[in-house]
């Protein structure tokens, strides 16, 4: 994942570097956009590494439980015990779920994020670029090679958001 990290990085710089030659402004935006989108997907990351961490010990301890009354189900049985470890694991359980549905909110709206925010950024561009190609300062094949490279830069962003998403999963794993 690195190396593909590293890559988008250089294929970000060198396609800034052409769309600045091409038109400052339509450069600057493209820039200083896909980071702006990077660090407004941000902090979703570290609550969702602190819930996934909290959904992750939950399952181990209910695991475990599982285990004891299963181990110990004969005994249970003949002591009358049986109910109470079933209320207890369904408790258990239940917290389980919640912090798993946290988790997956969270999750959710940050996948949603990386479809929203690039769309309405390469909008962005585009409508700029087309004002700046009503104007005359850019052609209209600029303005489609704008959307090309404004398009393009955002594969960047998916595997920033991509690499972030893999190693809080690491290390929650870990």
Known sequence: VSARFSGAIVS??????????????????????????????GPLLSPLQRR?????????????TASDIVGGLRVLRGIGGEDVFLGRYRRQSQTTRAAGVAVARLQSMLDGLQILLPGVFVVVVVWLGARSAVRGEISAGELVAFYG???????????ATEYANKLIRGLVSA
């Open 149 to 159: 490279y404004a398009a393009f830069l955002m594969m960047p962003l998916r595997t």
């Open 52 to 64: 996934a961490a909290h959904q992750r010990q939950l399952t181990g301890d209910l695991a475990n």
């Open 12 to 41: 970000f710089l060198l396609v800034s570097v052409i769309l600045l030659q091409t038109s400052v402004t339509l450069g600057l935006v493209v820039l200083l956009g896909v980071p702006l989108l990077m660090l407004l997907i």
